[in-house]
């Protein structure tokens, strides 16, 4: 059984910072990518950035590039979500997701790819 746990939402001005965590309860964690996913009020639910736990190979949206960093703690089976110059385009509700890869995705992970999910943390960027 994976659980994923999200934190570290809120709201923050544009130009500020926040930090995501996603703690990971599932066996084999080094085998699995891990993603952060973000759905704003109205919109399709759309990938951010992907790290694949083994090697540590990140993979991020054109959206967020320069931005956005992710990493991850395996010692705590945490990925972190390091944002920012925050903008109001990126309030959303953030979603961390993982699914098993025995080897590092080719290309950027697609959500269809990802069987687990958590619950959301949401994040409100004010101009």
């Known amino acids: 059984q994976v659980q994923l746990v999200e934190s570290g939402g809120g709201s923050v001005q544009a130009g500020g910072s926040l930090r995501l965590s996603c703690a990971a309860s599932v066996y084999a964690y080094s085998r699995f990518c891990m993603g952060w996913f973000r759905q704003a009020p109205g919109k399709e639910r759309e990938g951010v950035a992907h790290?694949?736990?083994?090697?540590?190979?990140?993979y991020y949206a054109d959206s967020v590039k320069g931005r956005f960093t992710i990493s991850r703690d395996n010692a705590k089976n945490t990925v972190y979500l390091q944002m920012n110059s925050l903008k109001p385009e990126d309030t959303a509700m953030y979603y961390c997701a993982a699914f098993f890869s025995p080897a590092r995705p080719a290309t950027m992970p697609t959500m269809s790819e990802y069987g687990y999910w958590g619950q959301g943390t949401q994040v409100t960027v004010s101009s």
């Open positions: 790290i694949y736990v083994r090697g540590g190979t990140t």
